[in-house]
C-alpha cells in the first residue's frame, strides 16, 4: 500500500507482461521469454518502495515521538467520587478503575437524566448489567470523552463487618435501590424504573426484612408441616421439587406500608417511609401449598374457625421467629394459587427474597408471604407473632398510640385498591406537546383493575388511561395493571397530574390522605398526586 500510495499518478514506464507460465526470474538474468531490461525496471520498483516504506516508517516515529504524553489523571478515593451526586456537585461515576465527570450528558442520556443519575458517586456496573445495550464499544468511547481521573490504587473492598453484627452475613444489594434502614435492610426501587418492565428484575424488587438474614445451607434444610398435636410431615427441598408438581403464579406484593410518605404529610407516623416503590411483581415458582398440606393429611374443609400459620428462619436475638397466618381455607383453594415458591423469574429464590423457600400469597399483604420459611403449621387461632397480632392493621384517624388497641382490628389480608404514577417524576420539567404520564395499578383479592382514570388539572377533568397486558382469569387478577396516558400540554402550564384506579367491584381510591390516615401509616391508597411545570 505505501508503494501504491507513492507512485500513485506519477508516469512509469510500461511493464511487459510475462508470458504464461514464467514464474521467476534469476537475480541476475533476464526473465525467462521476457526483454532484458524488464528486470532491472521491477528491481528499481521494488527498491523504491522499500525506500519509501522505511520513510514512512521514520515519519510515523518520529511524529510518535512529538506527540503529547498521555494525560496523567488525578487519583481519587470513592469517598471523594461519591461526593459528586448532583449538577450542582458535579455528577461522578466509575467504571472499572476510570472515573468520569458525566454532569454535561446527564439530559442527553437516551434513557432519561432521571435514570443516569440513579449511579451518581458510584459505580456504572450495576446498572448496565440490567441494560446490555451499554456493553459496546462506542458506549465506552463516548463515555472516555468525560473521563477526569482514576480510582486511587489503594482503593480494595470495605472492611468486613464484625463478627458481633448480627447483619454482618447479609448478601450484597443493588446500589439502585433507594435504602430506607440498612439494619434490617429495606429497601424500594427508583419509581423511574418500577414501570419499565411488567416483571420487576429480581435485583430491583423491593427488600422488606424486618430482622438479618439467614444464611440457609439448602441440602439440609427441612420444611415442617404439622397440625394439632404435632401430627405432619418433614420435607427436603428436594422432596419439595421431586414429590409435587411445579406450579407458577404471576403475581404483586405490596407491603402494607407502601405510600407512607404521604400519610407522614398529614401527620407523623410510625414506619418506615416508603415511598411508591414498595411494590413489585415476579413470576414465583413452587409447590402449591394446597398439595402439601393434603400431602400431610390435612383436608380440604374443616369446621370452624382454623388458620394456617408460617414461621420463618429469620429471628431476633431472643430466638423469636417472624411469623404470620392466613385463612385456612384460602390456603387449600385450588384457585387462590398460594405458592411454596423456591424461584422467582425463573432463577433460585436470591437471598433477600426468601431463599431457599417461601410462602406466595397472591392478593393479600406481603406481610403474610413469609421468608426463609421453616415451619408450617395448621392451628385453629391466628399466628401468635408479633407481625400478626400487634401490627400491620387499620385503624381510624381518631385512633393515637395512647389509644390504640391492637386486638380491636383484624389483620390485613386482602389489600384495596391502588395506582401511583412512575413518569414523569415529581417536580419535573417537560417539554411542551404531547405529554406521557405511565404507572402501575393493583387490587388485592384477585380483583382486576377495569379502568384507571388521569387528570392533568388535580381532578377536575378526567381521561381514561390504556391498560397494558393480557386479560386475567375472574377472579384471579394477582398481577398488577401497568398503564399509560398520552396528553397534549401547553408551554408554560403548571400540571398537578392525579391517578386513580377502579377494580372490578367499583371499588375506587379516596381522593385525599387525610380521612384514610392511621398511626402506622399502612393501607395508603389514595389519589397519587405528581406536580411538573411545562417549559415554555
Known amino acids: 500500500m505505501l508503494l501504491l500510495r507513492a507512485v500513485a499518478g506519477r508516469r512509469l514506464p510500461a511493464l511487459p507482461l510475462p508470458r504464461r507460465g514464467c514464474s521467476r526470474f534469476p537475480p541476475s538474468s533476464p526473465a525467462a521469454g521476457g526483454r532484458p531490461g524488464a528486470t532491472p525496471v521491477l528491481a528499481a520498483l521494488l527498491g523504491l518502495g522499500a525506500v519509501l516504506a522505511y520513510g514512512e516508517r521514520r515519519r510515523r516515529v518520529a511524529q510518535a515521538a512529538q506527540a503529547p504524553p498521555p494525560p496523567q489523571y488525578p487519583r481519587y478515593t470513592r469517598e471523594e467520587v461519591g461526593r459528586h451526586r448532583s449538577p450542582q456537585d458535579r455528577v461522578w461515576v466509575t467504571h472499572g478503575t476510570e472515573v468520569f465527570d458525566v454532569t454535561d450528558f446527564v439530559e ?21 448489567a440490567l441494560y446490555a445495550v451499554h456493553n459496546q464499544p462506542h458506549v465506552l468511547e463516548l463515555l472516555r470523552e468525560y473521563k477526569v481521573g482514576e480510582l486511587s490504587p ?17 448478601p450484597p444489594r443493588h446500589p439502585g435501590l433507594r435504602v430506607n434502614s440498612q439494619k434490617p435492610f429495606n429497601a424500594e426501587p427508583p419509581a423511574e424504573l418500577l414501570g419499565e418492565s411488567f416483571l420487576t428484575p429480581n435485583e430491583l424488587f423491593f427488600t422488606r426484612n424486618h430482622l438479618p438474614v439467614p444464611l440457609v445451607d439448602p441440602g439440609t434444610y427441612r420444611l415442617r408441616v404439622e397440625g394439632p398435636g404435632g401430627r405432619g410431615v418433614t420435607l427436603s427441598l428436594a422432596e419439595l421439587r421431586s414429590r409435587f408438581p411445579k406450579h407458577e403464579v404471576t ?21 418506615l417511609a416508603w415511598d411508591i416503590g414498595a411494590i413489585g411483581t415476579a413470576r414465583w415458582g413452587g409447590a402449591r401449598l394446597r398439595d402439601v398440606l393434603l400431602h400431610a393429611g390435612f383436608g380440604e374443609e374443616r369446621e370452624g374457625e382454623w388458620h394456617v400459620c408460617f414461621e420463618g428462619l429469620d429471628a431476633d436475638v431472643g430466638g423469636a421467629p417472624y411469623g404470620a397466618s392466613i385463612p385456612y381455607g384460602r390456603a387449600v383453594s385450588p384457585a387462590a ?8 423469574n425463573g432463577q433460585e429464590l436470591p437471598r433477600d427474597h426468601g431463599f431457599p423457600l417461601r410462602v406466595v400469597v397472591p392478593g393479600v399483604v406481603g406481610a403474610r408471604s413469609v421468608k426463609w420459611l421453616r415451619r408450617v403449621a395448621v392451628s385453629p387461632a391466628e399466628s401468635p407473632s408479633h407481625w400478626q397480632r400487634n401490627d400491620y392493621k387499620g385503624f381510624s384517624p381518631c385512633v393515637d398510640w395512647d389509644t390504640v388497641d391492637f386486638t380491636a382490628a383484624p389483620a390485613i389480608q386482602e389489600l384495596p385498591v391502588q395506582s401511583a404514577i412512575t413518569h414523569p417524576p415529581p417536580g419535573a420539567t417537560v417539554p411542551a406537546g404531547e405529554l406521557t404520564v405511565k404507572g402501575y395499578a393493583w387490587s388485592g383479592g384477585g380483583r382486576e383493575v377495569v379502568r384507571v382514570d388521569v387528570s392533568l388539572d388535580g381532578g377536575r ?8 397486558g393480557e386479560r386475567p382469569a375472574p377472579g384471579r387478577a394477582w398481577a398488577w395493571a401497568l398503564w399509560e396516558l398520552q396528553a397534549p400540554v401547553a408551554a408554560g402550564a403548571e400540571l398537578e397530574i392525579v391517578c386513580k384506579a377502579v377494580d372490578g367491584s367499583y371499588n375506587v381510591q379516596p381522593d385525599s390522605v387525610a380521612p384514610i390516615w392511621n398511626l402506622r401509616g399502612v393501607l395508603s391508597n389514595a389519589w397519587h398526586r405528581v406536580r411538573v411545570t411545562v417549559t415554555r
Not at 377533568?461 to 397494558?468: D, E, I, K, N, Q
Request: net charge negative.
Open 154 to 170: 489503594e482503593e480494595g473492598a470495605p472492611a468486613p463487618a464484625t463478627a458481633q453484627d448480627p447483619f454482618a452475613g447479609d
Open 461 to 468: 377533568t378526567w381521561r381514561v388511561a390504556r391498560l397494558g
Open 108 to 128: 442527553l442520556h437516551p434513557g432519561g437524566a432521571e435514570k443516569l443519575l440513579l449511579a451518581a458517586g458510584g459505580a456504572l456496573e450495576p446498572f448496565w
Open 251 to 271: 403475581a404483586t406484593l405490596q407491603c402494607a406500608g407502601n405510600r407512607r410518605t404521604e400519610m407522614s404529610r398529614v401527620r407523623p407516623v410510625k414506619g
Open 337 to 344: 394459587d398460594v405458592l411454596l415458591a423456591y424461584e422467582m
